[in-house]
Structure formats: C-alpha cells, structure tokens
C-alpha cells in the first residue's frame, strides 16, 4: 500500500516537470501529497553489532545496544535506545586494572533527510540522543609508593563498586538501506558530548557505559542491522 | 541511488578515521606539590635574596628521614615542595645556613586515578599547618587542596623593612 502511494507520488511528481505546473498550483499539490502521509509508517527493531564485532575481535570492551524505532510521516524517527556495555581492561604497562558493566539508555529523534525521495531504498538521516547510565566500577593498581623520602611509605590503591553516572548527547547521522524484504541495515557516526559525569574522590570513570571512554567528546561509529516489524 | 552509494562509502571509510580522533586525557604533571608564595607584611610578592635551602622531613618508625628538596637558591619567591605518603611532613627552611624556620603540615593523603594510561598520582588535603617564626611571620593555607593544578597552597609572610632586610 505504501509502496504504491510512494510510487504514484514520484509518477506524479516526474508529470509536473515536463508539465511546467505553475509554481503555486505545484506548491499546494506538494502539501495535500505530504498530507496524505499516514502519520504512523511501522516500526522497526535495529541491533548494534559493530561494539560486539569489536569485543569478538580482541577489544577490552563490549558495547551492543538494540533500538526501537519508529516512523512518523516518512520523516520523523523517534527512537529508544537499551544497550550494555562492559568494560574489562589492564593496561599492561602500569598494571592499572577497571572493570564496570552495565546498561545504558538513550532517547531520540531523527529526522528523514530523504523523506520526499521515496523512490530510493533508503534513506539518510539525522538526529540527536540524549542518553545516560548509572553504573559502579571497580579500579585497582599496584600500591604507590612515595617517590620521595626514601619511599618509607607505601600507599595501596583498589576501589571496588565505585558508585557513579553519567549523562550525556549524541549527534548522529546516519543511513539505512533496505536489503530484503523487512530486513535492512545501515551504519551511523554519533558525536557524543559529555553532559555530566559523577566522579569520586579516588578516580574518574575511565569508561562510561554507552558513552566510551570518559572524556569531553567522542566519535563512534555504528552498523546496525535492521528488522522492519509487520505491524 | 548513486549519491546514496557514496554517501555509503564516506560513511564506510569513516571508520577507520574516527577512532583516531580519540583524546588522551592525560595531564603534563602527574605530579602534586604544595605551592608556597613568599609576601611582605602588605600582601605583595618578595623575594628572599640570599642562599635558602629546604629540608622536607618525615617521620618513619623511630627514625627522621630528611630529604633535600631546595639546595642554596638565592631569590625564592616561591616553593613547590613535595609532600610525604604519611600524614605529616615538616619542611625546614635554612637562610643563609644561619637561621631555621620549621613548617609543619598535616595532611590527608587521596590516592587518585585519572586515566587508565596514566597511572595514579596522590593529592592531598591539608589539615592543619603550623611554623616557627624565626625569620618568618606567619603561614596562611590559601587552598587546602593540593592536587596537580598548580595552585598556590600556603602564603609565607615576611616582614620587610624599608631597607630590605
């Protein structure tokens, strides 16, 4: 039914070129066309792979999310984000150990970019998440021992089940393509900025779960695959 | 749909860029230091002319560990002097290897960690400080919180006359 409309909307539109439609006349047409937009254009489910690719492949950390996504007018996506990450990392050249897990969330919106090229098998968006953790840590080392006055004292460093969390936005931009049938894919770079982030007196998260690591901002880069849901 | 491929290869080749981008937060000084300014009877900053040597000491067990940490300077307006891994640490100020003055600091001692790359550091919170005044005035802490941001800690007030002494 969709694909229908979408393909009578670009046989209408391609008439109006060699037509020479007058400008208002072409202008209201386009208006009644995207107001005959079903407001609601399904659902789809979209799991993150790229983050557990990378644990597969050696990384210290794990990061996979699935999202839910829905398709409002052909042009506006909010979408829910759930994800875990885990992060299990000694850094062997100063025997610093940090370990957390936990889940994360984000909430969004992205907007169609492509939304009048219905013709196309995708499409490219952009949009922005707010997203947030609450997590606890635990980091270790080797004990600090003073480097002055002869070394006399020695300081041990281990803190487990450091409480924290974090806040913070994403900038995303992004494409899907459809593949077969209801299953699509797509990649998406994300800008994450650093909203908020509770420290403690002993330490800074070293990794943010769903963020990365801890720092004012970062780039990611995501490759979903996509489930468009029949309903 | 040609647009859309190439759309699809930039983003592609993107991953390999971006990771780069990652930004170590790893400070230039892993170190923290107890800052002093050295200030006339009017607040403004002097300078001691002649020869000053600074002694750090602690106290391990039933011995006194001395550690020289200034050797002879001339014209210190400031210090940077390390504190211990203890809760104490005294620093004696020699001028001129005449006269001494004994500062002694109580501190807290807070082990941090910033990045798993750069290693800990200790910061220290003051607690208390006290000083003989032979040659000084007095000891005011301006910041109790002694961390890597080199940020003045104490002011050491001297009186100075009219002709520099």
Not at chain 2, 71 to 96: A, C, D, I, W
Not at chain 2, 128 to 155: C, G, H, Q, W, Y
Request: hydrophobic fraction near 35%; glycine fraction near 8%; include cysteine.
């Amino acid at each position: 039914m969709v694909s229908s409309w979408m393909l009578c909307l670009a046989t209408g539109w391609s008439q109006q070129v060699h037509k020479a439609v007058p400008a208002q006349k072409k202008a209201e047409e386009k208006k009644e066309a995207e107001k005959d937009v079903p407001l609601y254009q399904g659902l789809s489910l979209e799991w993150e792979i790229a983050g557990l690719g990378s644990y597969l492949l050696g990384s210290d950390i794990l990061n996979s999310e699935i999202a839910l996504r829905a398709n409002l007018k052909n042009r506006f996506l909010p979408v829910v984000e759930v994800g875990y990450g885990k992060a299990d990392a000694i850094n062997d050249g100063n025997d610093l150990h940090y370990k957390t897990s936990a889940p994360y969330f984000r909430i969004g919106l992205d907007y169609n970019i492509f939304h009048k090229k219905t013709h196309l098998p995708g499409y490219i968006y952009a949009g922005l998440r707010y997203g947030m953790s609450s997590f606890s840590y635990d980091v270790s080392g080797p004990d600090m021992t003073d480097p002055n006055y002869g070394g006399a004292y020695v300081t041990p460093y281990s803190y487990s089940g450091v409480k924290s969390n974090a806040s913070w936005l994403e900038g995303v931009f992004g494409l899907k393509v459809k593949i077969y049938k209801g299953f699509c894919m797509g990649w998406s770079v994300r800008y994450k900025m650093r909203m908020s982030v509770k420290e403690h007196e002993n330490s800074v998260p070293w990794y943010v779960p769903g963020f990365g690591k801890n720092a004012g901002s970062s780039f990611n880069l995501m490759y979903n695959l996509i489930y468009n849901l029949p309903f | 749909m040609k647009k859309l491929s190439v759309i699809f290869c930039v983003m592609f080749l993107s991953a390999f860029f971006f990771p780069a981008c990652e930004v170590e937060n790893c400070p230039p000084n892993a170190l923290a230091f107890a800052y002093f300014s050295f200030v006339d009877q009017y607040g403004r900053a002097v300078a001691y002319t002649d020869t000053l040597t600074v002694v750090g000491q602690i106290d391990s067990g039933d011995s006194t560990i001395n550690d020289t940490l200034i050797n002879r300077e001339t014209k210190v307006s400031e210090l940077s002097l390390p504190l211990s891994y203890g809760t104490q640490t005294r620093f004696v100020l020699s001028y001129n290897g005449r006269t001494q003055d004994v500062i002694t600091i109580d501190h807290r001692n807070i082990p941090y960690f910033m990045n798993l790359d750069c290693g800990t550091m200790m910061f220290y919170e003051v607690t208390n400080a006290e000083t003989t005044t032979r040659m000084l005035d007095s000891l005011v802490i301006t910041n109790p919180n002694i961390d890597n941001n080199e940020k003045e800690n104490f002011k050491i007030y001297f009186t100075v006359t009219a002709d520099g002494e």
